[in-house]
């Protein structure tokens, strides 16, 4: 199995270099962590900005600070919301590339089994997606460091860098349900629009205080970004997108291993 | 008889309330050419789908070397193309084969550019898949059927949508695998003429049931013979003639009697015709195209339409162009 996964792995990657969309994924994480830091930038001086027409003159920042706890949160609200987008991205074009150029009938009987296949796709996924997170990252330790954030300390980045990895890893499980989708829907178009359905959702949701209880909302309430007077998502919350992510893995294997792939 | 490498028992899919397939058996015994022939729509594509096991069946068995397509080991010696050929886009033709080389594990990294040179791929070697013409994605599909020389390839209209010189060279391929490698063939084709020059034995799939099977070499004994009668008006000639009980149909620049007395006795029809003042120009005894024998066996429609039942001239135009291949293949057995 290990080497089936391994071919399998090889062809995914060998795909994933010769596409443009790692580089739409990167933009977009890219992007991100730029707004991130440009945001911190105002906040150190905000009638600087206004002077740099980077905000408005009337327009008002609270509830935020320039330091590198808040830099941290913010992220982590980055990858925990945009996550949900790019990650998704990253998946759904994983699974419904097969169907939308017809090449999923040439990965069905093969020595190599479908398992090996869709462990080798969400490896393949985990990768890139840890590499998005790396990359925000790095633009958010290095737009810190360029801004002279305040407030920097071992215990602020290990509990920074702790919900920023935990944010990432629940998002990119909670992702994989989009690669089911795409699976079922056999290509993109329904998965694009179910994701798009629960991160609308996830906010509708989270804003009316059930986050909780609504997996798609719990990353981003783990950043905080609801507020300091909101609680977290706390073990309920984390243990309900594990079971959402672990789920969906093992119904994406078991889907193609036994759906009917007429087309 | 040697063991099948293809062996399908009362095997049914259903779709719904369409039934796909409708408790087909049948085998295919070692170094067989074996033709599935229906028109579109007749379940062919879902028989291949239900022997490589892409869908399950709702009843029967089906075994692929003796297995069951659930046991895995078998798609080692199985080749396979399914309906139109596809590769990654972004790909290279070289990169393309190199990917089904791992996933087949393939030890030897030799067979993928002895595929790029059996398949003439060499020039597109280089070419993302997306840039291929349709005859050189077909060839590529072949390939990557191929580079493992299986024991059974399965291929599911693979003449389709290419064009004359295309056609000709997969057909040449396809007889060449199985004369010289020993492999068995399992194809569809909705094209008797095509599937006249390389099968050795026929299948015809209607409407998801299997109506019948027959060795190629006994094609021609079954299609049957007809009367063409050419005249100077077709219209007055079909009244004449169906006063006198034929069911004259139109085609072959004339018309076409296929009534035993009308075949036995051409004479009788010539001195009727005479006598009613529509003197024929040419009677000829032939045989009916396969489309024609084809269409009549499953009972489509045009498979030969009284004439003043809408038979049009694209229609007979057909009917010529596919007269002309029936009868190079007779030539050709």
């Known amino acids: 199995m290990a080497g089936e996964i391994a071919a399998a792995m090889w062809a995914e990657v060998?795909?994933?270099?010769?596409s443009v969309v790692p580089w739409v994924t990167i933009l977009a994480f890219a992007v991100g962590g730029l707004v991130g830091g440009l945001f911190m930038f105002i906040l150190q001086d905000p009638d600087r900005a206004r002077r740099l027409g980077l905000l408005g003159t009337k327009a008002q920042l609270s509830g935020q600070s320039p330091d590198w706890a808040s830099y941290f949160a913010l992220a982590a609200q980055i990858s925990a919301i945009g996550g949900l987008l790019v990650f998704g991205l990253v998946m759904i074009w994983l699974f419904g590339r097969e169907f939308s150029d017809r090449t999923v009938k040439d990965l069905l009987a093969l020595p190599t089994s479908r398992a090996a296949v869709v462990v080798a796709k969400l490896l393949v996924a985990l990768g890139w997606c840890i590499l998005l997170a790396a990359l925000v990252l790095a633009i958010t330790l290095a737009a810190g460091s360029v801004l002279r954030l305040p407030g920097w300390s071992a215990a602020t980045a290990l509990h920074g860098l702790g919900i920023f990895a935990a944010t990432g890893l629940l998002t990119f499980l909670l992702a994989i349900t989009y690669g089911l989708a795409a699976s079922i829907g056999r290509g993109y178009l329904a998965a694009v629009g179910i994701m798009f359905a629960t991160v609308f959702a996830a906010q509708v949701i989270a804003a009316l205080g059930f986050g909780t209880w609504f997996p798609w909302s719990v990353?981003?309430?783990?950043?905080?970004v609801a507020g300091a007077d909101q609680a977290g998502p706390g073990r309920p919350g984390i243990a309900g997108v594990v079971l959402v992510g672990l789920a969906a893995a093992a119904g994406t294997v078991v889907w193609w291993q036994r759906a009917d792939h007429n087309r | 008889m040697a063991t099948p490498v293809i062996s399908v028992r009362a095997v049914s899919k259903r779709y719904g309330r369409v039934v796909a397939v409708d408790g087909v058996s049948l085998d295919v015994v070692p170094g067989e050419v074996y033709a599935l022939l229906g028109l579109n729509g007749a379940g062919k594509t879902t028989l291949i789908r239900l022997l490589l096991g892409m869908v399950r069946p709702d009843g029967g068995r089906v075994e692929v070397m003796g297995r069951p397509t659930s046991d895995r080991s078998v798609w080692s010696r199985v080749g396979y193309l399914?309906?139109?050929?596809?590769?990654?886009?972004?790909?290279?033709?070289?990169?393309?084969?190199?990917v089904v080389r791992r996933l087949r594990k393939l030890a030897d990294r030799e067979v993928v550019e002895q595929a790029i040179e059996t398949f003439g791929l060499g020039p597109y070697a280089d070419r993302r898949a997306r840039a291929l013409s349709q005859g050189n994605a077909q060839r590529l599909g072949l390939a990557k059927a191929l580079m493992h020389r299986p024991a059974l390839v399965v291929l599911d209209e693979p003449v389709n949508g290419l064009d004359p010189a295309g056609v000709v060279e997969i057909r040449t391929l396809v007889v060449e695998l199985a004369r010289e490698h020993a492999m068995t063939v399992f194809l569809s084709s909705h094209v008797l003429a095509e599937v006249a020059r390389v099968a050795t034995r026929i299948g015809v799939?209607?409407?998801?049931?299997?109506?019948?099977?027959?060795?190629?070499?006994?094609?021609?004994?079954?299609?049957?013979?007809?009367?063409?009668?050419?005249?100077?008006d077709v219209a007055r000639a079909a009244g004449i003639l169906r006063d006198a009980g034929f069911a004259p149909q139109d085609g072959?620049?004339?018309?076409?009697?296929?009534?035993?007395?009308?075949?036995?006795?051409?004479?009788?029809?010539?001195?009727?015709?005479?006598?009613?003042?529509?003197?024929?120009?040419r009677l000829l005894v032939t045989q009916e195209d396969l489309e024609a024998y084809f269409l009549r066996l499953v009972g489509a429609p045009n498979g030969g339409q009284s004439v003043g039942q809408g038979i049009g001239e694209s229609v007979d135009e057909d009917h010529r162009s596919s007269r002309a291949d029936g009868e190079e293949a007779g030539r050709g057995r």
């Open chain 2, 205 to 232: 799939l209607h409407e998801g049931r299997l109506l019948e099977e027959f060795p190629a070499d006994r094609l021609w004994d079954r299609v049957r013979p007809r009367l063409e009668v050419g005249v100077h």
């Open chain 1, 14 to 18: 060998l795909k994933v270099r010769r």
């Open chain 1, 219 to 224: 990353p981003a309430l783990m950043t905080g």
């Open chain 2, 82 to 98: 399914v309906e139109a050929p596809s590769a990654y886009p972004e790909l290279t033709v070289r990169e393309n084969l190199e």
């Open chain 2, 252 to 281: 072959a620049g004339g018309l076409i009697l296929d009534e035993r007395r009308a075949v036995e006795h051409p004479e009788q029809v010539a001195t009727m015709l005479v006598r009613a003042g529509e003197p024929p120009t």
